[in-house]
């Protein structure tokens, strides 16, 4: 079997910026549809308990901001652990496997099946990245009397119209903590099939060179979730 050619150090640095990486990786990996109809299920549950709540606005909001808390420090830890596992799983990677992969096409995205395992890896960090950012944003909106407040009740409707802002905040936040979950878990998935890769890359390595059909059997391929 004749071995792919080696890719060019530009393809490889195609992307400038954070923001070319999330772009590139929108148009290449297709969302699991597992998650979308797992989100779907829960924005129903959601919106259903928020809508019939009794909760008064005061007691939901605080139940909001309690969420947002959550939100930022779980979404900062677990950024931090993802960075750190990530940095010593891309140094301990073998250099061989992913020469191997960076000139494999993946013929689905048009990518290498380096850039498509780990733009699957990258999309989680730039997810939490976004969620921390967001969720503080809204904290810092949703203070006690700050100027979102004052404008939000200036609306027409009155209380009203506060009580569906609220309800619809907590519907968003709640949704967007599923969200980032979902991507945590598949995360865990693309982890787990890096890793398979990398022992059967191992594998083929070590089999004896008369051992083609068993070496071309193991030869990696790596889905992402």
């Known amino acids: 079997m004749d071995e792919p050619r080696l890719p060019e150090p530009r393809d490889l640095l195609t992307e400038k910026s954070l923001w070319d990486i999330w772009i590139a990786l929108r148009k290449a990996l297709k969302e699991n549809p597992f998650n979308w109809i797992f989100l779907l299920g829960w924005l129903i549950v959601v919106v259903v308990h928020a809508g019939y709540a009794t909760t008064p606005r005061s007691e939901l909001l605080i139940q909001c901001r309690s969420l947002l808390d959550a939100g930022i420090g779980f979404g900062s830890s677990i950024l931090g652990f993802l960075i750190a596992g990530f940095t010593i799983f891309a140094t301990m990677s073998r ?25 699957g890896l990258v999309e989680v960090f730039i997810t939490y990245l976004a969620f921390v950012i967001c969720f503080f944003i ?13 404008l939000i009740r200036q609306l027409p409707g009155g209380e ?31 982890i787990y099939h ?32």
Do not use: Q
């Open 160 to 190: 009203e119209t506060t009580t569906i802002f609220a309800k619809i905040l907590f519907c968003l936040i709640a949704c967007t903590w599923m969200w980032t979950l979902l991507k945590l878990k598949s995360f865990v998935f693309n």
């Open 194 to 225: 890096v890793v398979m890769a990398g022992i059967a890359w191992d594998v083929k390595e070590s089999s004896p060179p008369d051992a083609t059909d068993h070496k071309e059997a193991v030869d990696p391929e790596l889905p992402s979730e």
């Open 95 to 119: 250099p061989a496997m992913l020469l191997r992969m960076a000139s494999t096409p993946h013929a689905k995205s048009g990518l290498s099946w380096l850039k498509y395992t780990y733009f």
């Open 138 to 150: 809204l904290r810092v909106l949703t203070v006690p009397g700050g100027g979102s407040s004052f």
